[in-house]
């Protein structure tokens, strides 16, 4: 199947900068991105999406970046905060296909 | 709290015995899945359910047998599983499981074959 991976395993950030988590997709077809967040003991849980239309999305304190050129997915946290510690998934969906796609991961630990 | 409610938060058991997870959603949802998760690994879709119907079985194992009673009821019946079964089981609800879905998920359960 078509693969949906991170680049970083685990990113380090002092708490108060900005995070870049980074994602790449290989399916050309896929046109709904979503980041996930995972917290220890917890399920993961929806943070932000983006439709293949839009190249940027904001949230409260986050940004989603879509490059369907290179096949690129990026989530920003603005202002890194101990509360984002967690894993954090990108994952991908095709229109009228039920099967949501994760990648494996990025842990983001904020150093106080 | 996401509206999903996974019993129980920990399970071990052997290769002899049966038991069921369950998963209770309360968000009026009409879709409900169960994940995998085991570590290093991008979580594994194994079933959906669309409105009580099963939509989706990503080969998994007959060991491993799903049951949706109604759209807000999802349990998963195991039997004479494997140790490498162990692993952090998620149910998943979605408004539906047409594409574009966001998912709730519950805290899952966490399983330890011995």
């Known amino acids: 199947g078509e693969n949906v991976g991170l680049h970083l395993p685990t990113l380090s950030v002092q708490e108060g900068d900005n995070s870049i988590i980074n994602c790449a997709y290989s399916?050309?077809?896929?046109?709904?991105f979503i980041w996930y967040k995972q917290e220890s003991g917890k399920g993961p849980q929806f943070i932000i999406d983006?439709?293949?239309?839009?190249d940027k999305r904001q949230g409260q304190r986050v940004t989603v970046l879509l490059n369907k050129t290179v096949k690129h997915l990026s989530l920003q946290i603005a202002a890194t905060q101990p509360g984002d510690s967690a894993v954090y998934f990108c994952a991908e969906n095709t229109e009228g296909y039920q099967k949501v796609t994760f990648g494996i991961g990025t842990k983001l630990q904020v150093i106080p | 709290e996401t509206g999903v409610t996974q019993t129980p938060r920990h399970l071990v058991m052997g290769m002899t015995n049966k038991k069921s997870l369950k998963c209770e959603q309360h968000l009026g949802h009409n879709a409900m899945y169960w994940y995998k998760q085991s570590a290093k690994k991008p979580l594994e879709l194994m079933f959906v359910?669309?409105?009580?119907?099963?939509?989706e079985n990503n080969s998994v194992p007959s060991r491993f047998s799903p049951e949706c009673p109604n759209s807000s009821h999802l349990f998963l019946h195991l039997h004479t599983l494997q140790p490498e079964d162990s692993a952090l089981y998620l149910c998943?609800?979605?408004?539906?499981?047409?594409?574009?879905?966001?998912?709730?998920f519950g805290s899952g359960t966490q399983l330890s074959v011995l």
């Open positions: 983006i439709r293949s239309n839009m």
């Open positions: 359910y669309n409105f009580k119907e099963q939509t």
């Open positions: 998943a609800s979605s408004q539906d499981a047409r594409g574009y879905e966001k998912l709730f």
């Open positions: 399916n050309s077809a896929s046109d709904y």
